[in-house]
């Protein structure tokens, strides 16, 4: 809407999104975005330090609740009016609340605990402690937020909880608090007495959500360019350097590729032409989990060969599976993310993974850049079996089930 024609704020007036409301992301949206680049940046430096089964466990704990806050913050803004004062008023101080959240995240499984696990509580708590009297006035709605709180503070236990507890009883009692979060979204939410919250509920904005998840995919890309961009602090030779920096950069060129080939463009025509939205609502937010998960992966795959002061002249296995690792685990969630949007899987993305897995054993007796290489090798063959897919082809259209 206009500046021109925006009318003040009326108290009387859930701050419910409407027909008038604004479809595209809103700046303060973008800005909110920013704190997300220095979460992701230190759960791929962390995984970089030190690669084992553990690590990575707890890095999946810290990005899934990183990931949370963004996902339930986006629904927010996808249901209610993201122009009215209060729900800017909510978003910046879930924005504060990120942040503080990220501080901690490197000392998250040592002294951090309680600051991390308490800033997550408090996004999700308070938010709806603001929207259920906010919404007073339209029951169906504000019956909508008390499920939504009663799920979070049922999670806020073991959050809590585990702040408390020594670092592997912490990552149980963290992974339960995840499923909770999780599942309650998934079952939309049910509540002894009220009920699940009813699908009429989750109106979304077609245009407004398919661009939140494509901008918060690029915050993960640009964790990676972040990663390349300081890649000159090492002793390595100037071939090295300049071999490793064109691998990660073409491979992150690729990430980005493959995102928005046909599925991620059609996203959001993809929403608007099923019955039932809110099944991408149900999906969408796991699918996009797993290929920001490979993402910061490849992330970290970058710290290792660009910022390693010496490359080792064989691969160590660790390296390996977080080189290859990520960008498999970004084919996996990239599949399903076509099958949201096509109904099909192509077969190129299911055949990446097997030639990226393929790929472990032959790197371990290779120079570290070959790891990296393999890895832009098979994206290269999964973005031209796309272009070939589509050349010569009319536009293909979304068919959800």
């Not at 030190?50 to 466990?57: D, L, S, T």
């Not at 498999?328 to 899987?345: D, I, M, P, Y």
Request: proline residues 7%; contains cysteine.
């Amino acid at each position: 809407m206009p500046f021109a024609q925006q009318q003040p704020d009326n108290p009387r007036r859930p701050p419910t999104r409407s027909s008038t409301t604004t479809r595209r992301v809103t700046l303060l949206e973008l800005f909110f975005d920013l704190v997300y680049v220095v979460a992701l940046a230190l759960i791929s430096r962390g995984l970089a330090e030190e690669i084992n089964w553990h690590q990575a466990g707890q890095a999946l704990i810290l990005l899934g609740a990183v990931w949370w806050t963004w996902t339930i913050t986006s629904l927010v803004t996808d249901l209610y009016d993201p122009e009215r004062t209060e729900i800017k008023a909510l978003v910046l101080a879930v924005m504060f609340g990120v942040l503080l959240m990220a501080s901690a995240i490197p000392k998250a499984f040592g002294d951090r605990g309680l600051t991390f696990a308490g800033a997550y509580v408090a996004i999700h708590l308070g938010r709806g402690l603001f929207i259920i009297p906010a919404v007073r006035n339209d029951p169906q709605v504000q019956r909508r937020a008390a499920r939504i709180f009663c799920w979070f503070t049922l999670s806020a236990v073991p959050w809590i909880g585990g702040a408390f507890v020594s670092e592997d009883a912490r990552m149980v009692l963290w992974l339960l608090a995840l499923g909770i979060d999780y599942l309650g979204l998934r079952l939309s939410y049910p509540v002894p007495g009220l009920g699940s919250v009813p699908a009429a509920l989750f109106k979304l904005t077609a245009e407004h959500l398919a661009e939140r998840y494509q901008q918060f995919y690029t915050i993960a890309l640009g964790d990676a360019i972040l990663v390349i961009g300081i890649a000159y602090t090492t002793n390595h030779s100037e071939f090295e350097d300049a071999m490793a920096l064109l691998l990660a950069f073409a491979t992150t060129l690729l990430l980005w590729r493959i995102y928005v080939h046909k599925a991620g463009e059609l996203l959001p025509v993809a929403i608007k032409a099923t019955r039932r939205p809110i099944r991408f609502l149900n999906t969408s937010p796991y699918t996009h989990l797993l290929m920001v998960a490979g993402v910061v992966a490849t992330a970290a795959g970058f710290e290792l060969v660009l910022h390693t002061y010496t490359l080792p002249a064989r691969t160590p296995p660790e390296w390996a599976s977080i080189m290859l690792g990520g960008p498999a685990l970004f084919l996996v969630g990239r599949a399903l993310f076509e099958r949201e949007v096509f109904n099909r899987v192509s077969w190129s993305r299911l055949g990446g993974v097997v030639a990226l897995l393929a790929a472990v054993p032959a790197v371990l007796f290779l120079p570290a850049l070959s790891a990296a290489l393999a890895a832009l090798l098979v994206l290269a063959g999964v973005a031209l079996a796309d272009l070939r897919h589509t050349r010569n082809r009319p536009p293909e259209a979304p068919m959800p089930p």
